[in-house]
């Protein structure tokens, strides 16, 4: 079996949120599909260890904001390689509360479901969402996540259903710097060590510290 | 609620096969998603009005072929807008059975999967599938769903998840000849009426007396 053939899938990014209690929380996914059209349902699947696995498993509702190209790309960072559980990942972002869920601002499109079906995994929980809301907000084009990896050169997380370990060393990036959290790979054309000392990791917003030099 | 704001969700564009007693038959497809990576499970939604649906829910086995931008575009209309339960849609197109599914020739990628679990919903079955075998078979950039609409100018098929309905009449093609079958848009630069009387529709193959002058 070759793997590699299941980066041919194509998806979107999206920021997955619900409800914690008293605050927001999300996480970034890629997996979102619609099932049915009338009446209208969407498939979402989530990694257990994801926090906000278990707040929509609580809540019984969830949020897709549609992440695209002009979106903040440190958005997919803050989403996409901390967990909810240790920061309140909405403090950095503006969002808006619509039908309960909080929705981003910079997106360019938001579907609320309340759950009405899931089916278990080894590791995720496939949701199947009605959705009870959903609107247009921005035209900027989808992120796809083929653009994700080859423009804003992004890994996937260790939670995705994508993930395939030592994905970055793969990429013969000999020479250049690559991010350690969330593994963006710096392709700039100041080198990297003249770089302001603030500069930050477009992706996940980690300092440039956090940089290592492929060896 | 606006259901445009589905569109935003990204897709690729498979076709979705399985064995029907002793012949191969299939359907285009757009939603398809991974779901674990270990051990490497996939989700799909088909139809129930999908002659392919009963064939999987049989043989308890499916193969996905990633189209890819440089498929033969017909593949699209041969799987997705004729019935499996009419014509032998392998008949047209070049195939390999591998792991005793039908895999077709002109795609990127292709996985196997074992049935392990499914969802019912009103109109659609989501299967899970346990991944037996995967490879790439081009290196051709996987075709979107977004490329599908907007260079293909294809649409979604009545079975289709993302089908909307009237979704030709509302993108103002007045004047234009449209494919009575698939939706197709006529675009090219020679006048319609003086394209050769043998011209088939790209997509879905039908004839040029198919196509209708929209009012």
């Given at each position: 079996m070759n793997k590699n053939a299941f980066r041919n899938i194509s998806y979107g990014l999206y920021v997955l949120s619900s409800w914690d209690n008293t605050s927001p929380t999300g996480c970034t996914i890629n997996s979102v599909m619609q099932i049915t059209s009338e009446p209208?349902?969407?498939?979402?699947?989530?990694?257990?260890?994801n926090f906000t696995n278990s707040c929509i498993d609580k809540s019984g509702k969830f949020a897709i904001s549609v992440l695209s190209v002009n979106s903040d790309p440190s958005i997919i960072g803050?989403?996409?390689?901390?967990?909810?559980?240790?920061?309140?990942?909405?403090?950095?972002?503006k969002y808006d509360n619509?039908?309960?869920?909080?929705?981003?601002?910079d997106c360019c499109a938001y579907i609320i479901c309340e759950v009405i079906?899931?089916?278990?995994?080894?590791?995720?929980?496939v949701f199947l969402g009605k959705?009870?809301?959903a609107d247009i907000l921005s035209d900027g084009e989808p992120m796809t996540y083929a653009y994700y990896h080859k423009v804003i050169k992004?890994?996937?997380?260790?939670n995705a259903p994508t993930y395939i370990a030592n994905e970055g060393k793969e990429n013969m990036n000999k020479g250049k710097y690559v991010c350690s959290v969330c593994g963006y790979v710096y392709d700039g054309e100041i080198p990297f060590e003249n770089l302001p000392d603030d500069y930050k990791c477009p992706v996940c917003g980690a300092p440039k510290s956090a940089f290592v030099k492929q060896q």
């Open positions: 209208a349902t969407i498939a979402i699947s989530v990694n257990h260890n803050t989403f996409g390689f901390k967990s909810g559980k240790d920061v309140n990942k909405f403090e950095s972002v619509i039908q309960g869920m909080p929705v981003l601002k079906n899931k089916m278990e995994t080894d590791t995720h929980t959705v009870v809301d992004g890994k996937s997380p260790q």
